[in-house]
């Protein structure tokens, strides 16, 4: 798979100018990634970066089921885990692992992986929908299942762990720092994104969007919808693996939580929260769905609702996710008329931020109210340390959702009108 | 694409980058367990318990060294190994250099074997784990290491003291063994039928078996076999929602002897089986509670209820961890030199305020301490637990539990 | 033999609660084509909401309230929530319930705390109905087959016997074509998600105090009910009632009796490795069916779903 993806770049590079625009995004991405360890140098700032770039492999193998392919799995995670314990075992099988530079473990995940999908799919991608998704569930629910029975191969509860640094070194490198290992992930992170963006371009690639769209007309057209269905399956499960054989390689211990459904259904809610229309739909999803999870779970113990409640929000107001909502800026700014957003955004968005946190505040008082100790009446919001017993907290931060959500719904019509205003194109009615 | 998300990350990441720098007169201990999710209750009555025992036996005494105090920074892993892993690297950049965990013995695996890891990568800022919940004997056995220390008596250890209680009433004859699927239950079950085996040869295992752990709606089939083998009494491993749906289960559908097991009190459990459960729970457990062993321990409790009402003093070690911590600072003269800090914990003997003498075991880093068998009731109860009236009242005392117990573990000091 | 009996009558009692979960998602399934990942979450609500009435009003109160509320929230997610998200397809309608499957946990984790909660059987039914063979079996469970018997037959009853039922059978066929008949399909979408969602909440108040109600109940039994309704057939209430019975006494039984593999591979003709710990088809030989039990549904539901995909009992394709 790795192989192929570098002639179409070549011939890219043939094309000439028009696609010099198409490489600017990863040029600059992969800039930007090298960059990142030396602005954030800490070790725990380093392991979330690495957190989110498999997070965000896994949410791009995702959207190609989801996305390019319109099948919904609520079992994607089995594949990720499957190829992560391949390479924990490969790990620990030393006479193999000694001579083996560690940059090329996650092939082993990633065959691994796509062995699977191979079985898998040959039964499941037979039908899209519903019949998809239910074996897709039933076949998560199974493996899963079988990670607390196979105690051989998965560990039972513990999982099974190894060590990186018993690999061949590479270039001197063991592996023993995050750091050493955030440019390992980086390196596939890069490889296989790149992979995922160049099959969606493959005939085999555009074709799972017509099978997406109307499975009907692509079978008249003289494509088989399953074979297109299977081959994508096969290639989502390939970089699954990969994404589970770099789990691996940062935390060296693959569990059950690896397989599980839980898994398999965060994977989803990344995915569609950063949009699944778009092909960074997912990168934007990964990263904000791991600062949430990580950093948000630091200050407050409800991030889960908050996070539940941004959920059920993207799906009912902006089903396109992030990207989409960002993508709805491309029309304005290429008419050139971005700038008449700016007052109207600032006039709804700055009383709806207030709106939403001082929500989040009456919340949290609220939960401290309920749930804190007795006499622990102290509680600290936003750099504010008052009582929970003073109803001053409880009023400013209820009047000022109140306020902003008043004052967001009276400017909604002027922004709604200057959207109008900004899409329109003047020159194309005239 | 990228940029922009990277702006708002560089403002979360300096937050983290700030809270980094560990101030020299507090010594922080990061508590990492689940303070959201479905232990989350667990968690967050454990890290009132620490918050107390750090706040009322270290710093309102003076402190440790020349007045330095504890801190407790809270890390919640939600019960997951993975999570645990990115906390602990947080915490370890915060300049954190203890890391106390209990739930699950799956998280404590994956905390030490990272810890092992990150101490021998990292010698210059090594940290100590201090296990003070998860039983399962691999991690004092062959999975040990000198960072790992573990203040509650594991899995073979109570084991070995239900048995001797067991085997001292003639009555029992037939007994059923029951547990989850996993390492722990695999304990638990392997230590009963061994241990009866050699106390009471006489004894018959009347059945012997594993469930899906946390998977089981209805206990009603299990409790049916229970009740047609005609066993005497059940032992189990089952905690949360699978040992009180299993004991309900087993006390609605007919049986009427008593159910051995270790983890049925507290977080809600105490409560729901109330009445139901009076003289039939049995629990193999540490730090005696009812009656209260000493007057130090009653105040202790007490002045714990008036500061959490619906909290439970439920993990009576903790106060042993957060003493013997102390104690092992002040004779190591350093907070941050884990390894001399390490080697004062060897060895160590202290008395605990629950009563009897806790032993820090060199060998394998395993405490050994009085282990207690206890029964659920409302009579004789000065402490009830889920302020529900009922408690557990001490009926048995085995000093110095598993004092000779063997253990595989060969222990590499730095 | 007389332990057959218990099984059989416990199964029953299985099969009939997981009916009462699923007949309600199988007619919003059929008629809205919405997967309701959040259906049993109604179902952890119902519980939550009867304890919170007992406490009040004692338990009667709540199995007759707590459906009615949990039924009136149905009806107003679907208006306010699936009915906007509708329009964007199916999955995104799917997704939803998902999220709100999270969310509702989070909700109920935020209003009653983590813990278990102590919601009860009444003191009526309270006690043993009878026994077999020194196995008793509880009153209240012979009061959940009364009751999920009676609401099969109420159910039934308005199905086949009224207009409003007449409509939504139809619906379940042909909902294009009742839709072209004028009726107010969106009305009746609303009416069956309010109902379907109460049914849910029914379970929930008598299933709540045998089970335990506690903020992981949805979960524990969320997906095992959408595989109920693939294998007895989409849109099909008997082939749900088939199905849940089905399930209740497979699992049932398989846990109620030690089948070994074991003996299945000594039977086979294979040998057991000696000593057991160190082969590496360990587990495969020390497997027994309580183990397994929970999955087996899951396994019958692939393979159903890959030679009869419409179930046993569907006409549709699922």
Redesign the interface.
Known sequence: MTATTHKPQSADFAGGGVTLAGLAPWLIAVAFLLVMPFIFTSNSAITIMNQMAITIIFALSYNMLLGQGGMLSFGHAVYMGVGGFVCVHVMNWDGFFSGLPLPVLPIFGGLFGMGLALIVGSFSTRRAGTVFAMISLGVGELIAACSVIIVVFFGGEEGVSGDRTYGLPVFGIEFLQQIEVYYLIVFWLVLSALGMFLFSRTPVGRMANAVRDNPERAEFLGYSARWVRFYSFVAAGFFAGSAGGLFAINYEILTEENLNLATSGTILLVTFLGGVGFFFGPIIGAIVFTLLQTVLSLQTELWALYVGALFVATVMFFPGGLAGVIMMHVPPLVLGKLHLLVKPYIKVLVPGLVCILATAGFIEILFHARHAALGDDEMTLYWVTFSHLNPLPWIVTGGLAVGGFWLARRHAPELAEAWHEANTDRRASA | ???T??I???A??AT??AA?TASADTIKIAFIDP????F??TG?NGL?QYEFAAETLVNEKGGVLDGDTFEIVA??N?T????S??QL??A??QGIRYVVQGNS??VA??LT??IE?HNR?NPDDRVLFLNYSAV?P?LTNENCNFWHFRFDANADIKMDALTDVIAEQDDITKVYVIGQ????GKAVSSAATSFLGEKRPDIEIVGN??????????F???S??I??SGADAVITGNWG?DM??LG?SVI???FDGPIYTYYAAA???T??F?ESGKDRLRLVTEGQTNPPPNDRAAAYIEAFK??????NMSQTRITNVIEMLAKAINEAGTATDVVAVGEALEGMEHESMWGGTLYMRPEDHQLIQDVLITVHTNEGIDYDLDNSDYGQRMEHRIEMAGMDSPTTCKMRRP | MDLVLVNLIDGLVTGLLLFMLSAGLTLIFSMMGVLNFAHASFYMLGAYFAYQISVYLGFWMGLLVAPLIVGALGAGVERYGLRRVHQYGHVPELIFTFGLALLIEEVVQFIWGKDQIPYEIPGILEGAAFAIAGNTIPLYKVFMIFLSLAIFGGLLFVLTKTRVGMIIQAALSYPRTVEALGHNVPLVFMGVFGVGTALAGVAGVIAGPVLSTFPGMAVVLGSIVFVTIVIGGLGSLGGALVASLIIGWMTTFAKAYDMRMEDLLTWMGLTKPEPIWDSAWQDLWTLTSPQVADILPYLLMVLILIFRPYGLFGKRDV
């Open positions: 694409m990228r940029k998300t990277g708002g990350l560089s979360v990441m983290l980058l980094g303070l959201s999710g479905p989350a209750s967050t009132h890390f919640d939600k997951s190994p993975k999570e892993l990115v690297q947080v370890i950049d013995s799956g695996h994956a074997d990272a890891k990568r399962d691999a699927d996993y390492s722990f078996e594993l469930h899906p752990i946390g998977k089981v709606k209805d009603t089939p299990y049916r076999k009740v047609s929602a009180l749906n309900k609605d559908n007919g977080d809600g459990i409560a729901a109330g008036a500061k959490y009402p619906d909290g």
